[in-house]
């Protein structure tokens, strides 16, 4: 089990996400993303366009999947 935070996915705060995958966690982010804007965090809504804006370009997202796999990776597990 590994744990990332928001921030450490391009978020604005240290909210936890833990997973036994990149994957997983990065599931987690989109939900929080998702989530927390719909309750008015405005703070939240430029990563939250960020993450919906990748959909719209492949390669920015691919690049982007992949560093947050690496930094996944490079973590100890805990």
Not at 3 to 14: E, F, I, K, R, S
Not at 32 to 55: C, F, I, N, Q, T
Request: charged share 30%.
């Amino acid at each position: 089990m590994k744990t990332m935070t928001c921030h450490d996915l391009g978020g604005p705060c240290n909210h936890p996400h833990r997973g036994e995958t990149a994957d997983e966690v990065i599931n987690a982010q989109d939900r929080h993303l998702k989530e927390v804007v719909k309750a008015g965090d405005a703070s939240h809504e430029p990563a939250r366009a960020a993450m919906k804006a990748r959909y719209r370009h492949p390669k920015q997202a691919m690049d982007w999947y992949r560093n947050a796999k690496e930094a996944f990776a490079a973590l100890p597990a805990s």
